[in-house]
């Protein structure tokens, strides 16, 4: 049974900072990419950021690049995504889903190369 489970999501004012981690059980986590996603009220799942499993290729949509940073330690299970100058907009659920190949290099950005997603954690940025 795949389990993932984010957190550190919470409150922050525009242009501050935030760290969701992503913990990882039931599959091994060294061999398969990550990614985050995340959805605002009334809109699509929108893709974020993923990481290959060894942790050296990163790919970022172009909303959040240059500001997140997406980050893996395979020793602990556990996916990481730094979000700074955060924006108002930037409010949304934060998912992290884990891809269903294992090996792979390209990752894909869409919701449906990721098999299993985690529960979800709020993030809400004031202006």
């Known amino acids: 049974q795949v389990q993932l489970v984010e957190s550190g999501g919470g409150l922050v004012q525009a242009g501050g900072s935030l760290r969701l981690s992503c913990a990882a059980s039931g599959r091994t986590f060294s061999r398969y990419g990550m990614g985050w996603f995340r959805q605002a009220p009334g809109q699509e799942r929108e893709f974020l950021a993923n990481i290959d499993y060894r942790g050296s290729s990163t790919n970022y949509a172009d909303s959040v690049r240059g500001r997140f940073t997406i980050s893996r330690d395979n020793a602990k299970n556990t996916v990481y995504l730094q979000m700074n100058s955060l924006k108002p907009e930037d409010t949304a659920v934060y998912y992290c889903?884990?891809?269903?190949?294992?090996?792979?290099?390209?990752?894909?950005?869409?919701?449906?190369?990721?098999?299993?997603w985690g529960q979800g954690t709020q993030v809400t940025v004031s202006s």
């Open positions: 889903a884990i891809d269903r190949l294992a090996f792979r290099l390209i990752l894909s950005t869409t919701a449906g190369a990721y098999d299993y």
